[in-house]
T-cell receptor, first 113, second 113 residues
Framework: NAGVTQTPKFQVLKTGQSMTLQCAQD?????MSWYRQDPGMGLRLIHY???????DQGEVPNGYNVSRSTTEDFPLRLLSAAPSQTSVYFC????????????FGQGTRLTVV | GESVGLHLPTLSVQEGDNSIINCAYSNSASDYFIWYKQESGKGPQFIIDIRSNMDKRQGQRVTVLLNKTVKHLSLQIAATQPGDSAVYFCAERAVQGAQKLVFGQGTRLTINP
């Protein structure tokens, strides 16, 4: 199993551009989530999904959209990139039966200039 | 609101010594407390969790202690090794948002040879 795969690993955007961060998991986990990590800070929840077709907002959802059309994929869309969205983004998946153990991807380092 | 914080942002210990990483939390309703380890350039990795009705749980070389009276959580690592060098995050799972994890800021553990 590959676990949680995020692409791309690095991305530079200009202010106002849009893009999609991809996340895929092959563990058949029901729950998936997106976090952002800023220097010296912990992870903050952006959006999460408890299953295909169901998404909800986390702590810092503004400027981001998500969808969950399949169990495996949970893309994160930046609608109009802003410098404040410069961060490292992590996708995670969790099994419903063991939902304190989140499996994280390697992260996407995004810079908005 | 919910918040999880750490007493010390950095901790240096000698190889072979025991390490203790501390964490304070504020949400008395959280039902699980979790420790994650993040190595440089990687996503966080689950270490151990403890349910709120327990005060101690042991894993391989790690022990988590929970003191609900003072809302304090600690991670003890026995006989630290160079591979233990990482940032350690505590997290809590609020009962109301069963799949939402709230992370603390992290403690950087450095192992000196």
């Amino acid at each position: 199993n590959a676990g949680v795969t995020q692409t791309p690993k690095f991305q530079v955007l200009k202010t106002g551009q849009s893009m999609t961060l991809q996340c895929a998991q092959d563990m058949n986990h029901e729950y998936m989530s997106w976090y952002r990590q800023d220097p010296g800070m912990g992870l903050r929840l952006i959006h999460y999904s408890v299953g295909a077709g169901i998404t909800d907002q986390g702590e810092v959802p503004n400027g981001y959209n998500v969808s969950r059309s399949t169990t495996e994929d949970f893309p994160l869309r930046l609608l109009s990139a802003a410098p404040s969205q410069t961060s490292v983004y992590f996708c995670a998946s969790t099994s419903w039966g063991k939902n304190t153990e989140a499996f994280f991807g390697q992260g996407t380092r995004l810079t908005v200039v | 609101g919910e918040s999880v914080g750490l007493h010390l942002p950095t901790l240096s210990v000698q190889e072979g010594d025991n390490s203790i990483i501390n964490c304070a939390y504020s949400n008395s309703a959280s039902d699980y407390f979790i420790w994650y380890k993040q190595e440089s350039g990687k996503g966080p990795q689950f270490i151990i969790d403890i349910r709120s009705n327990m005060d101690k749980r042991q894993g391989q070389r790690v022990t988590v202690l929970l003191n609900k009276t003072v809302k304090h959580l600690s991670l003890q690592i026995a006989a630290t090794q160079p591979g233990d060098s990482a940032v350690y995050f505590c997290a809590e799972r609020a009962v109301q948002g069963a799949q939402k994890l709230v992370f603390g800021q992290g403690t950087r553990l450095t192992i000196n040879p």
